[in-house]
């Protein structure tokens, strides 16, 4: 938009810098970031665990649940 002289009017973001972002938005981009990468690491447990249920199925075998071993002795 112009102003009445036909001149766009005056922006404060001295052609286009900014400064550098502030600790806020930091702290919120790294704590987004680890969160996706927190998700995406058991995501590819559960496909690596559907993966080799899947190759069990697929080969024939009719008992493919994972066994629990006790871990008291």
């Known amino acids: 938009m112009n102003d009445e002289s036909g001149q766009p ?3 404060d973001d001295r052609d286009g810098e900014r400064g550098p972002p502030s600790a806020g938005y930091i ?3 790294a704590m987004i970031l680890a ?11 559960k496909l690596i ?3 080799r249920q ?7 075998r009719r008992n ?5 071993v006790p871990y008291d002795r």
């Open 54 to 60: 899947e190759d069990c199925f697929m080969s024939g």
């Open 9 to 11: 009017p005056a922006s």
């Open 49 to 51: 665990d559907m993966s």
């Open 64 to 68: 493919c649940a994972p066994l629990e």
């Open 27 to 29: 702290l919120i981009g």
């Open 35 to 45: 969160l996706a990468c927190f998700g995406a690491y058991f995501f590819v447990l």
